[in-house]
Nanobody, 120 residues
């Protein structure tokens, strides 16, 4: 059983900051990567930022220079520092963990989602 616990969402004014956290726990052989996606009603879920084991990161163009993803491997926790937030960043943010299960298969685990609302 693997659990992802997200925190840090909320309401903020444009130009403000929020920090999302996602802690993974449970039975996994290893974690290959961790990241954040977001979704607004009527649209597909999109990648926001992802970080893999060697520290390499990937960001969607719209957040480059404003968002920073980081990871604490000892705590199996990934963070998303969001600065200079814009109303268009409003969405439900989902944590994703790409892991190798105990049966040595690759699997994507998802968090329950946390709402981020940016007011203008």
């Amino acid at each position: 059983q693997v659990q992802l616990v997200e925190s840090g969402g909320g309401l903020v004014q444009a130009g403000g900051s929020l920090r999302l956290s996602c802690a993974a726990s449970g039975s996994m052989f290893s974690i290959n990567g961790m990241g954040w996606y977001r979704q607004v009603p009527g649209k597909q879920r999109e990648l926001v930022a992802f970080i893999i084991n060697d520290g390499s990161t990937n960001y969607v163009d719209s957040v480059k220079g404003r968002f920073t993803i980081s990871r604490d491997n000892a705590k199996n926790t990934v963070y998303l520092q969001m600065n200079s937030l814009k109303p268009e960043d409003t969405a439900v943010y989902y944590c994703k963990v790409h892991a190798l299960t105990l049966s040595r298969t690759l699997y994507n685990y998802w968090g329950q989602g946390t709402q981020v609302t940016v007011s203008s």
